[in-house]
Structures are given as C-alpha cells and as structure tokens.
C-alpha cells in the first residue's frame, strides 16, 4: 500500500481536509451520508482521484459506468486511472431471475457482497468507494442481516490495508443511524436554508471542526468552505493610530484609527457613510496598505466614479493593486464562503484594510435572523482583528430625522469605534453632521461638526457650538448664541 500509516488522506476537497484536520486516517471505514442530489457520489470520486499514486476502485451500486464518467467529467473530474465496476442494476436481468430479481432478496445479498469482495481482490485498492452500500438492504432478509453484512464487509477492506468510503441514502423506513457504529468516521451532505453543507459527525481517534460547513459544486467540482474560527490565526502589527487623511476627522477620532480595531460608519441613505469608509481606505492605500472593499450594495463602475469624482484616486491604486474592488452578491454567496474570500485576501494578499459596505447586504447572505447576523459578524470581525486588519462597516439606520439610533442589527457590541452621520433640518435647509459615539483605544471628541461632500472630497467644519438638538434631526440655537 502507498500510504504510510501515521499520515492523513486528502479527501480531494481542500476545504474539507481542512474540517477534517488533514484529511481521513488510513485503513479506516467512513460514512458518507446525504439525501439524493447531495453531491455524494461527486465527493467519493474526489477521494477515490486524489492520489495519483494510489489505486482506487469504484463500486456503483446504482449507476452505470458509462453515466459515472460523463457526470464526473461535467465537473472536471477525470476517472480514466479508477477501475470502476458497475454492479447497477440493468434492466436486461429485470424479472429474469438475474442478480437484481426483487422477488427474491435472501440469496442476492450474499450473492452481491461476494462480487464487490472479488473485485476489491481482483485490483487490490488503496482506496474504495461504494456507492451507494446501503443498496445491500434490498438484497438482505431483514435489517440484521444487512448490519452483519455491512459489518463484516467494512471489516475485510481495512484488513486488506485500504481506506473504505461508502455512501448511504437514508429515509424514513430506512435510516442508517447504526451503520455509524460500524464506520470509524461520518461525514453528512445536506441541503439547508443558506444551501449545501456539509458536517462531520465522528472522526475516531482524530480531531475535526464540528458545526455545518457550506459546499458549492461548480465545473471544477466540489468545495467546501469551513467556518472561520477566530482564534485560529494571528500575526503581529503596529498598533499605532493612523490617519484618515482629513485633519478634522483625525481630530474628531482623537488622532485617527488603529490598526486591528473595528469600526462602524452609521447613518441614513445617501448620509456619506461608503464615502467617508472610502476616504479612510483611500488614506490607507497612499500609505502603502493593500487594501480591498467588498460592495454588497452599489456596482464597482458606480463606486469608482464616485470616488474619482470627489478627488479619490481609485482608479488608478486598482491599476497599480494597492486596492481591489468585489462586488458581492448577497444571494449567491454564504457566510462561509465569503469568510474563505476575506481569508484569502489577507492570508496570500496581505490586505491591511477591509471594508464592507455595508452590513444590510451581508445580512442578505446569512439569510437567516439577527442572531446569525451577529454570530457571523462577530467571528469575522474577530479573526480579523487578530490579524492586525482595520475593518470598516458601513451601517444603514432606518431615521432620517427624529430620534437618535446609533446603529442598526444589534452591532454596537462588536465596534471599537462608531462614526455616525446625520441629516438635520436647520431654517428649511437639510444639512449633515458627523459625531464619534465610541472609541475603546483612546479619548475622542466629544462634539458633532459639520459634514460635507464636495468636488475636492470630504469637508468637515467646525464644532456646531451654536446648535442645540442636533440629534433629534430639527436643531435650535442655543439660548447664548440667541
């Protein structure tokens, strides 16, 4: 065998070595549970392709070897070195008292499990999959029989040194809970509300990621996105405050933004909170920090113009990778996924700057209630942190005017600091004003002052001394300045 005995099998699929801390543990049984459509058999060809040094046998139970090989090459995967047997049924030996005959299951199932035994002889595997095992009920008196079989069959491949994978399709009248009990791990494929997941229910005598990861199946096959863990990494970096590049605001933030803090831009539509994000970004990339924003909520061509229109060289730092542009679309990507894309850019890009813009459009992704909302933030957020990363949210209230909400979702816990911007009415004249609510790291100013967007960027005046009121939306003059 090809395998030494202490090390991990790939699954094929990288993200699901990573749940499975490396990989499957030779000479072992596993499991590979899932409803139909669940992309089973597309895992169990990964596994079987893995290793182009290993022998692998396919064992269908269920479709042909012709159709085997057209599905597997629809999603990139090439069978040509995997000596697959085809034992589904064929429709030739259909109440002929073939192998398949239905009315007579007690000696086909001793029949069966004695063709997949000399195949497994016949090719001597590293590796096999049988798909799908649980087809041996048919072909079993009772479900006793089928256990035994099941049992001694898993048995007799680990004794021949090879590593067994075999799925099961599990119904109401059939549930396969107890061939847990004979396979030394379980892995499950399922469809829920944010799409297919996969999980791990036992890995004996190995370590795993516990919880439901997301798998997408594209052309290239399967992939698995676990979820981000937000102690797993972290590296050292300056702490020291940098500036956003407007004096004012840097005064405003009592000397700008730290590295590895969190901080949420509040306010309104249309208020400047992806402007003002913009800007601290923009600031960052001059300085040299790559930097990337994620746009859940306005197209890139629109972003760029914006930017470039107020004197935000955008355009050109794209040119030149300082700052990277991706527009997400919230219905089309889950948590875990986009966590994978975060990862990626600051693990092989170096990314020192993220911005999410903004947090309604990331809610759409987790597609599910404020607590998921919260949970999926938090990790991300914290992850990031611990990689030094200044992250910047832009958060959408609801208030035009009216009484003062500082944030929306149940976020507030998670920043270290918060801008908020806010429109006011003043003698029949819609104004904004931007103000700091919280900042863990340092003192802050404790002032709201005038906020602009003009030609030449943002514009922050003075502290409005002279105004009373300001965050109820309709200000007064303050009694001294009467």
Not at 317 to 330: H, N, P, Y
Request: with cysteine; charged share 30%; aromatic share 6%.
């Amino acid at each position: 065998m090809s395998t030494a005995p202490h090390s991990r099998l790939s699954t094929g699929v990288e993200g699901l070595d990573d749940v499975l801390e490396g990989g499957l543990v030779p000479n072992r049984a596993y499991l590979l549970r899932g409803g139909p459509g669940m992309g089973k058999t597309i895992l169990g060809e990964h596994f079987l392709t893995a290793d182009d040094d290993a022998t692998s046998l396919f064992v269908s139970l269920e479709e042909s070897a012709r159709n085997l090989e057209s599905n597997a090459a629809s999603v990139g995967i090439d069978l040509a070195d995997v000596h697959v047997v085809d034992y589904s049924p064929d429709a030739t030996e259909f109440g002929d008292g073939g192998a398949y005959d239905v009315f007579a299951p007690g000696d086909r199932g001793e029949s069966l499990s004695e063709r997949i035994r000399d195949a497994v002889e016949a090719h001597d595997p590293d590796r096999v999959f049988v798909d799908p095992l649980s087809r041996l009920r048919q072909f079993t008196s009772d479900d006793a029989t089928f256990y035994e079989e099941v049992g001694a069959f898993t048995s007799y491949v680990r004794e021949t040194g090879a590593t067994l994978l075999f799925s099961t399709q599990p119904t109401m009248t059939s549930p396969d809970e107890e061939l847990e009990f004979v396979a030394d791990g379980s892995i499950e494929l399922a469809s829920e509300r944010k799409g297919r997941t996969v999980s791990v229910r036992k890995h004996r005598g190995a370590a795993f990621q516990s919880g439901a990861h997301t798998v997408t199946i594209d052309g290239d096959g399967m992939h698995v996105y676990p979820k981000l863990v937000p102690d797993s990494r972290s590296r050292e970096f300056d702490a020291a405050m940098q500036s956003t590049g407007v004096a004012e605001l840097d005064q405003l933030l009592g000397g700008g933004i730290s590295p590895g803090t969190v901080t949420v831009i509040s306010g309104t539509t249309g208020v400047g909170k992806t402007t003002t994000a913009a800007q601290v970004a923009v600031a960052a990339a001059e300085r040299g920090d790559r930097t990337v924003a994620y746009l859940f909520e306005e197209a890139r061509d629109t972003f760029v113009h914006r930017a470039d229109a107020i004197g935000m060289p955008v355009a050109s730092m794209l040119d030149d990778d300082r700052f990277a542009l991706e527009t997400v679309e919230a219905l089309a990507v889950s948590p875990d996924e986009f966590a994978a894309g975060v990862r990626e850019e600051v693990e092989e890009r170096g990314a020192r700057v993220v911005v999410i813009d903004g947090i309604a459009g990331y809610r759409t992704a987790i597609r599910g209630a404020d607590d998921d909302l919260v949970r999926e933030l938090h990790a991300l957020c914290r992850y990031l942190r611990g990689m030094g990363v200044t992250v910047l949210l832009t958060d959408d209230v609801h208030t035009v005017t009216g009484d003062f909400e500082p944030t929306s979702e149940r976020i507030s816990y998670l920043a270290d600091n918060i801008l908020f911007l806010r429109y006011l009415e003043h003698r029949g004249e819609l104004r904004k004003a931007i103000g700091v609510l919280k900042k863990r790291s340092s003192d802050f100013e404790r002032t709201l002052r005038a906020y602009e967007i003009t030609a030449t960027g943002i514009r922050i005046g003075d502290p409005l001394r002279e105004l009373r009121g300001i965050l109820t939306g309709t200000p007064d003059w303050s009694r001294e300045d009467e």
